[in-house]
């Protein structure tokens, strides 16, 4: 299984709001950025938060990023149908490796 | 803009070798550290390996560790997988990855992906 700890799955109704949690330990999270990544169906990966809570340019301030002790959580208000991906967290593990959280399969419903 | 572009791929037995190849462009390759990411069908990220900048330091994930080798050409703007003794499990398609930061000493993500390359190891 995945060093960091995310739900498999989470829906919600278009335009309402759905945070998806990330939790992993001192060795990665408690002591590292936190970068969040979408990926839409058939498609490569896209980088959505880094450093925790910050948006690169093109991405709409309805995702935001937020982390607590060893703990992160990705937060999208306004839901849109185009929003329905899989969402993965990721960092550095003082293993000297990258982790990445099992991922969240989104669904607007 | 950034341009990552993966080749290599294909069906291999099981034992047998594969290199995958990743070409880039629009940015500065030679400041920036390179990984290899993988995603069995179905499945979610799997990271691979990281290189640096410079090809002096390099890190791989257990599952690869003695059997997979990375390495880049800055002279060519290009990185490499090679994969011997390859398993079933390592079918996956291959992303190849840029680090975010410049002269990264520690890899915490990446900010652009290729569209990856398919590798299938089956008898």
């Known amino acids: 299984q995945s060093v960091l700890t995310q739900p498999p799955s989470m829906s919600a109704a278009p335009g309402q709001k759905v945070t998806i949690s990330c939790s992993g330990s001192?060795?990665?999270?408690?002591?590292?950025?936190v970068f969040w990544y979408q990926q839409l169906p058939g498609t490569a990966p896209k980088l959505l938060i880094y450093?925790?809570?910050r948006r690169p340019s093109g991405i709409p301030d309805r995702f935001s990023g937020s982390k607590s002790g060893t703990s992160a959580t990705l937060g999208i208000t306004g839901l849109q149908t185009g929003d329905e991906a899989d969402y993965y967290c990721?960092?550095?593990?003082?293993?000297?490796?990258?982790?990445f959280g099992g991922g969240t399969k989104l669904t607007v419903l | 803009q950034v341009q990552l572009v993966e080749s290599g791929g294909g069906v291999v037995q099981p034992g047998r070798s594969l290199r995958l190849s990743c070409t880039a462009s629009?940015?500065?390759?030679?400041?920036?550290?390179m990984h290899w990411v993988r995603q069995a069908p179905g499945k979610g990220l799997e990271w691979v390996a990281v290189?640096?900048?410079?090809?002096?330091?390099?890190y791989y994930a257990d599952s690869v560790k003695g059997r997979f080798t990375i390495s880049r050409d800055n002279s060519k703007n290009t990185l490499y997988m090679q994969m011997n003794s390859l398993r079933p499990e390592d079918t996956a398609v291959y992303y190849c990855?840029?680090?975010?930061?410049?002269?990264?000493?520690?890899?915490?993500?990446?900010?652009?992906w290729g569209q990856g390359t398919t590798v299938t190891v089956s008898s």
């Open positions: 001192s060795s990665n999270i408690g002591n590292n950025y």
């Open positions: 450093e925790n809570n």
């Open positions: 990721g960092t550095w593990d003082n293993s000297l490796t990258v982790v």
């Open positions: 990855a840029k680090d975010y930061y410049t002269y990264g000493q520690y890899y915490y993500g990446m900010n652009a």
């Open positions: 290189i640096s900048y410079d090809g002096s330091s390099k």
């Open positions: 629009g940015f500065t390759f030679t400041s920036y550290g």
